[in-house]
T-cell receptor, first 117, second 118 residues
Framework: GAVVSQHPSRVICKSGTSVKIECRSLDFQATTMFWYRQFPKQSLMLMATSNEGSKATYEQGVEKDKFLINHASLTLSTLTVTSAHPEDSSFYIC?????????????FGEGSRLTVL | AQTVTQSQPEMSVQEAETVTLSCTYDTSESDYYLFWYKQPPSRQMILVIRQEAYKQQNATENRFSVNFQKAAKSFSLKISDSQLGDAAMYFCAYRREAGGTSYGKLTFGQGTILTVHP
């Protein structure tokens, strides 16, 4: 099956710093990737849709200047949490879309746990 | 906007027994997909089963089957012969059929934590 890799899996940073999380599709090209946020024992909430070569589409209530998304290639999307604060601590998961013969398939990364001190 | 509701925050089952997880959804669209995902403690999302709305036949994957009631907008997951490895958080999810730049985004329910007792 297709593989999506996220890095880092865990990151701890100080308040006020910025953190970048990478999402890579290892064996297929993904023109579209999705970024979700998940608090402990809660659901996944879509933050934004990342499209290669264009600006990301953010969900209502998500600060685009706070969560910068770049999708510069067909295999890589990055999420940068700028000026991170403790309330940004969460689990971030990406999902890459593949268009196959059987239609749309979605593949999830392993997730990245961000802790802001 | 589509919504997905899982009304059971937690469920438990004895090993080898059967358990059913509930899910309801709301949409004005006629074509869409429904999914059940499993999230074990590792937090990796694992696709369990999917159902196309245009198919009347309920999807089945080994010990996992669904009861899809389109008119009632209900999509429950039945796990037969439960195993210890089935313990996880289960999410019901909806995806529209139509295209667009956000084609493929999922709307998730709140999740159900399943405990399997030996």
């Amino acid at each position: 099956g297709a593989v999506v890799s996220q890095h880092p899996s865990r990151v701890i940073c100080k308040s006020g710093t910025s953190v970048k999380i990478e999402c890579r599709s290892l064996d297929f090209q993904a023109t579209t990737m999705f970024w979700y946020r998940q608090f402990p024992k809660q659901s996944l909430m879509l933050m934004a849709t990342s499209n290669e070569g264009s600006k990301a589409t953010y969900e209502q209530g998500v600060e685009k200047d706070k969560f910068l998304i770049n999708h510069a290639s067909l295999t890589l999307s990055t999420l940068t949490v700028t000026s991170a604060h403790p309330e940004d601590s969460s689990f971030y998961i990406c999902s890459a879309r593949r268009l196959g013969t059987s239609g749309v398939e979605l593949f999830f990364g392993e997730g990245s746990r961000l802790t802001v001190l | 906007a589509q919504t997905v509701t899982q009304s059971q925050p937690e469920m438990s089952v004895q090993e080898a027994e059967t358990v059913t997880l509930s899910c309801t959804y709301d949409t004005s669209e006629s074509d869409y997909y429904l999914f059940w995902y499993k999230q074990p403690p590792s937090r990796q999302m694992i696709l369990v089963i999917r159902q196309e709305a245009y198919k009347q036949q309920n999807a089945t994957e080994n010990r996992f089957s669904v009861n899809f009631q389109k008119a009632a907008k209900s999509f429950s997951l039945k796990i037969s012969d439960s195993q210890l490895g089935d313990a996880a958080m289960y999410f019901c999810a909806y995806r529209r059929e139509a295209g667009g730049t956000s084609y493929g985004k999922l709307t998730f329910g709140q999740g159900t934590i399943l405990t399997v007792h030996p």
